[in-house]
């Protein structure tokens, strides 16, 4: 934004100043991709099976053990030993290959 800005006062701003303008926006365009880049490399993305677990799923197809769950807008396949019915919501306890062993919740 701050070097769009300074490109405009470019044109629109008498000699001398022009390019005081100019080399201004362009410090602060730096300040702004410097902020920006610290912000974002702080806050490092989650992935992986870890950020399944102790999360609440519904049960797609009945789980009397083995059936599938929707996390998250995913379909999964699941294991529930206790059983579940399609609707009822169950806890990712564990991961095992592609399969969620999952709790009654």
């Known amino acids: 934004m701050f070097l769009v800005l300074g490109l405009v006062l470019?044109?629109?701003?008498?000699?001398?100043?022009?390019?005081?303008?100019?080399?201004?926006?362009?410090?602060?365009?730096?300040g702004e991709l410097a902020f920006w880049n610290r912000t974002v490399r702080l806050h490092r993305r989650q992935v992986g099976v870890e950020t399944l677990l102790n999360r609440s799923a519904t049960v797609v197809t009945a789980c009397h053990p083995d059936g599938q769950v929707r996390l998250d807008g995913e379909i999964w396949e699941a294991r529930c030993d206790q059983g579940a019915d399609p609707g009822d919501e169950v806890v990712v306890r564990a991961q095992e290959g592609l399969t969620l062993l999952v709790d009654r919740g």
């Open 10 to 30: 470019v044109f629109l701003v008498p000699s001398p100043w022009n390019i005081v303008s100019l080399l201004g926006c362009i410090a602060l365009f730096l």
